[in-house]
């Protein structure tokens, strides 16, 4: 059986593991009807020439590179309306002042779709072929992202979020009482699922507390009693600032890892942003329960005023993939996210000045490179959300982005047409932006594409 739906022939990078990446130099890429990649060709397979000359097939031009579509696991979708503002006051008054207020406009349906609308072809343009997003408190507004996931194909994994306790949250933006949080929160996930069978990327249905300071005991176990009873992703924040870890130790007596476990909110379809300051225990529950971390670098370089030792929890087993934060961070793009956690993470490893005791530099195991910043993009994030995206791999959905690197205006610096490709792949990492992002594909469709002059 050696015909597609789709064939497609170029270079592509993809990790093979956390630190190494795989480079295949003019692959044959075959695409089933569900958007799947049935087979990967090197050249020289027996197969090759018969399969290349028996299917219609998208061949790269020279210059032009796929990558795996990148995975975002943190976005708050309604404050890409504020992305860039504020971002120099702490997380609580920044929340109270400026978020808050931002995201209770979401009750009104057209604002919503509005924001809604720009933010999913942003993300699409920069590479993002996969979301998990924390909405907002309304069950309708929350829907409707879902909807525009669906109809702009991308693969969207979507939160109403919970906020009910009242010492914490104001009373114009809260959830009546924990009853109503979680009644919406059950009519939420059977309206995804039953708009899930439209998309054919899939979208799904995320159980969201905010983060343990605004939810009451009651709402938090009741989500985590949905989650378990309607089998869906859970998300939420957690040790994300002093504040917030301070609070919930005075809270629970513990961190929020041994906390959120308690209210069964971790496992192999929790994800949790942030986790500036989990320990080795933490981190070891975490690996046990299969718990993933979003790390969100730029947002933690701004309200957590943190870095994580990545190196360090992807050492011991603990599933890590990147998220832009929006609108706490304040780039949509993954490609500045997976630059600002190499950076980030050589400065908490060996970040020495003047002031510093002699000899002391830093924390040791904590310096990534950008070939496992990569992999905390694309793979990583596949693995944290347990879903086979994230590899241009066999088994994998066709998931994808064409790097242009001759685009007209917005070349890339290549010389020599016999440049090592690994050190193409570092300039495409270091140096991409949206304008060198021609084509980008979700399960085998086409959901973004841009024309050289534009
Ligand atoms: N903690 C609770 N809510 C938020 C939020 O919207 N952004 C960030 N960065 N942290 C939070
Ligand atoms: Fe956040």
């Known amino acids: 059986m050696n015909t597609f739906a789709r064939v497609f022939q170029g270079t592509a990078f993809t990790s093979r593991s956390p630190k190494e990446v795989a480079i295949l130099q003019d692959h044959l890429f075959c695409i089933n009807e569900s958007g799947i990649i049935e087979r990967v060709l090197p050249p020289g397979d027996a197969d090759y020439e018969a399969v290349r000359d028996s299917n219609p097939v998208q061949r790269l031009a020279p210059g032009q ?92 994994l979507i939160g109403k979020v919970v906020m009910d306790d009242p010492g914490q949250t104001p009373e114009y933006y809260r959830d009546a009482d924990a009853q109503t949080a979680l009644a919406d929160t059950e009519q939420f996930i059977l309206a995804v699922k039953r708009l899930a069978p439209t998309a054919k990327q899939g979208v799904y249905p995320v159980v969201t507390p905010r983060f343990i300071p605004s939810c009451t005991d009651e709402a938090l176990k009741g989500l985590g009693e949905l ?23 005075e809270r629970f007596g513990k961190h929020d890892a041994f906390a959120l476990r308690e209210f ?55 599933e890590i993939g990147l998220g832009s934060d929006l609108s706490g961070g304040f780039s949509p793009s993954l490609f500045d996210n997976a630059r600002q956690a190499v ?32 992999y905390l993009a694309t793979a990583g994030g596949g693995e944290s959300l347990s879903l086979p995206i994230g590899r241009l791999a066999e088994g994998h959905a066709w998931d994808a982005q064409l790097i242009d690197t001759t685009m007209p ?33 979700v399960q085998g469709e086409k959901v973004h594409s841009r024309a050289p002059d534009n």
């Open 65 to 156: 590179y796929w990558l795996p579509g990148f995975i975002d696991l943190h976005v708050h979708a309604p404050q890409w309306a504020q992305a860039g503002t504020a971002l120099d006051i702490p997380l609580s008054d920044w929340l109270h002042t400026y978020t808050f207020p931002l995201e209770a406009k979401f009750s009104d349906l057209s604002f919503a779709s509005e924001v809604y609308r720009d933010l999913v072809g942003t993300l699409l343009a920069n590479g993002t072929t996969t979301a998990l997003y924390f909405a907002t408190i309304h069950k309708e507004a929350s829907l409707l992202l879902a909807e525009i996931c669906a109809e702009r194909g991308q693969r969207g």
């Open 264 to 318: 069964g909110l971790l496992g192999d379809k929790s994800v949790m942003a942030h986790c500036n300051f989990l320990d080795d225990e933490d981190a070891a529950l975490f690996a046990r329960t299969g718990t993933a971390i979003s790390h969100c670098p730029i947002s933690n370089a701004y309200f957590a005023n943190s870095v994580i030792p990545i190196a360090r929890w992807l050492d011991r087993g603990v």
């Open 409 to 441: 205006g917005a070349k890339l610096p290549i010389f020599s047409a016999s440049e090592p490709l690994h050190d193409i792949f570092q300039k495409i990492m270091y140096l991409a932006r949206p304008e060198h992002i021609r084509e980008v594909w």
């Open 343 to 374: 950076i980030s993470s050589r400065m908490l490893e060996d970040g020495v000045n003047a002031t510093f005791p002699p000899g002391r530099r830093g924390v040791p195991e904590s310096r990534i490179t950008i070939d496992e910043a990569f």
């Open 227 to 249: 989650a378990a009873r309607h089998d869906t992703h859970i998300q939420s924040h957690c040790s994300e600032s002093d504040w917030a870890h301070g609070y919930v130790r």
